[in-house]
């Protein structure tokens, strides 16, 4: 289900990047040839890379390529690695659920009935993609719990490698 999950977010936000280039090069064309600049497009832009950005971040955090500083981490053993790693988990799930899914249908609840100035899309639309974004970490992060806890019980690089084995079959 995972695998599907990051191919699915894997081609919307390549979909999504496909657009927002193209709408830029009409930005261009429309402003410097046709000499009558679009006001779609540079809104379209702005709320299009906040829906990707909301839809990468779990997905780079579930790909275990978030930024983070890992210097001391790494030097320890892998039980504390893993200890980190659960620890840090646990505050992505805080995080995800009281911010950004709370938070953010907070948000889009309040922006019920405002309307973009270019476009007249409901502004709803854009802090939904807070949810979701929440909804995508929480998930990735009750993995990457679950994935440590597993490496905490069974003890050490060899447990790991037999577990990964059996994850892709």
Request: some cysteine.
């Amino acid at each position: 289900m995972i695998k599907a999950l990051n191919k699915f977010i894997e081609w919307i936000t390549a979909i999504g990047m496909g657009a927002l280039v193209i709408a830029c090069v009409w930005q261009v064309v429309s402003r410097y040839i046709v000499g009558k600049p679009s006001t779609i497009t540079e809104e379209f832009m702005r709320y299009g890379l906040i829906w990707i950005t909301m839809l990468a971040s779990p997905y780079a955090y579930g790909k275990g390529k978030q930024l983070m500083i890992t210097f001391a981490v790494k030097r320890g053993s892998e039980r504390f690695q893993a200890i980190i790693g659960v620890l840090v988990g646990v505050i992505t799930a805080v995080f995800s659920g009281g911010v950004l899914i709370i938070g953010g249908t907070r948000v889009a609840n309040n922006a019920v009935g405002q309307v973009s100035s270019s476009m007249q899309m409901p502004m709803q639309f854009l802090y939904y993609s807070l949810v979701l974004s929440g909804i995508l970490m929480l998930l990735y992060a009750i993995i990457g719990i679950k994935d440590d806890i597993m490496k905490l019980q069974h003890g050490g690089a060899k447990i790991e490698k037999d577990y990964m084995k059996l994850k892709k079959v």
